[in-house]
Nanobody
């Protein structure tokens, strides 16, 4: 497994931008599909985006498509989430997660076996 630490959360006005980063430890980072999830107060954790091993196979939740961009740097063992045009409904704790190491894309949240501690994103109206 990998250990994950998120950073970059904060308070931003609606329409603004934030960039979240996730630093991973472990020798096999490139073997993991990396994802971002979020959980708003009183709601279940929901999928935001994931990115495949070499930066391909990128998927987004419909709610963030066109506004958020996920990227990874395997040499630095980092995965980022650029969030633009933020809305109050994007307010949540954002979690970085890793799925693998196996040679298939995740299909369930439970495929993600390693999780960070989360970082708070608050979007004011």
């Amino acid at each position: 497994q990998v250990q994950l630490v998120e950073s970059g959360g904060g308070l931003v006005q609606a329409g603004g931008s934030l960039r979240l980063s996730c630093a991973a430890s472990g020798r096999t980072f490139s073997s993991y599909v990396m994802g971002w999830f979020r959980q708003a107060p009183g709601k279940e954790r929901e999928f935001v985006a994931f990115i495949g091993w070499n930066g391909g196979n990128i998927y987004y939740a419909d709610s963030v498509k066109g506004r958020f961009t996920i990227s990874r740097d395997n040499a630095k063992k980092m995965v980022d989430l650029q969030m633009n045009s933020l809305k109050p409904e994007d307010t949540a704790v954002y979690y970085c997660a890793a799925a693998g190491p196996w040679g298939r894309l995740p299909t369930e949240t439970t495929d993600f076996g390693s999780w960070g501690q989360g970082t708070q994103v608050t979007v004011s109206s």
